[in-house]
T-cell receptor, first 113, second 115 residues
């Protein structure tokens, strides 16, 4: 069965520091991979997605993610965090030909001024 | 263009009562999804509509949950009677096409607390 693991429930970083949020997935083939962010009072917003091709994917708000097949990982990174990045981040996978996402449990990011 | 909207934003009810959640998708989106997040857990798929037809309701917990999408526009999710374990955040999403490579746009969720 497909599953997604986000091992860090909470992460705290200082403003201006770099950020890496971890995501590991379990799936028999290469799935479609997504990162969503939910800011307080908002819906989930798509940051980026990976289907195939270049394993380094650029997204909105200065985020990027790298697909590593050998490690079954799709970690999210940002070189310099801004206070407005404080939110909850969700990694998700989708099987080709299906309509539903499988989400991880989320990582809540706190940014210190 | 308006995003996905959900009503109410919060609902607190007693065990055994009925609650109806509403979702208005982005105009023109034929695909509508319901997901649920129980506190501390992952967001889980409940069901998928294409227009007014249920395509996949494999994630619906039990027959206390009833989803409808009359006329292929807005959708409602009714819980009757509500139980304590139904507490959580209910998200609605919509997409223009499918499958998963089409971006799903999510609403802010309805926070349901069953006492």
């Amino acid at each position: 069965a497909q599953s997604v693991t986000q091992p860090d429930i909470h992460i705290t970083v200082s403003e201006g520091a770099s950020l890496e949020l971890r995501c590991n997935y379990s799936y028999g083939a290469t799935p479609y991979l997504f990162w969503y962010v939910q800011s307080p009072g908002q819906g989930l917003q798509l940051l980026l997605k990976y289907f195939s091709g270049d394993t380094l994917v650029q997204g909105i708000k200065g985020f990027e993610a790298e697909f590593k097949r050998s490690q079954s990982s799709f970690n999210l990174r940002k070189p310099s965090v801004h206070w407005s990045d404080a939110a909850e981040y969700f990694c998700a996978v989708g099987a080709r030909g299906t309509y539903k996402y499988i989400f991880g449990t989320g990582t809540r990011l706190k940014v210190l001024a | 263009e308006a995003g996905v909207t959900q009503f109410p934003s919060h609902s607190v009810i007693e065990k055994g009562q009925t609650v109806t959640l509403r979702c208005d998708p982005i105009s023109g989106h034929d695909n509508l999804y319901w997901y649920r997040r129980v506190m501390g857990k992952e967001i889980k798929f409940l069901l998928h509509f294409v227009k007014e037809s249920k395509q996949d309701e494999s994630g619906m917990p039990n027959n206390r949950f009833l989803a409808e999408r009359t006329g292929g526009t807005y959708s409602t999710l009714k819980v009757q009677p509500a139980e304590l374990e139904d507490s959580g955040v209910y998200f609605c999403a919509s997409s223009q096409g499918g499958p998963v490579q089409e971006t799903q746009y999510f609403g802010p969720g309805t926070r349901l607390l069953v006492l």
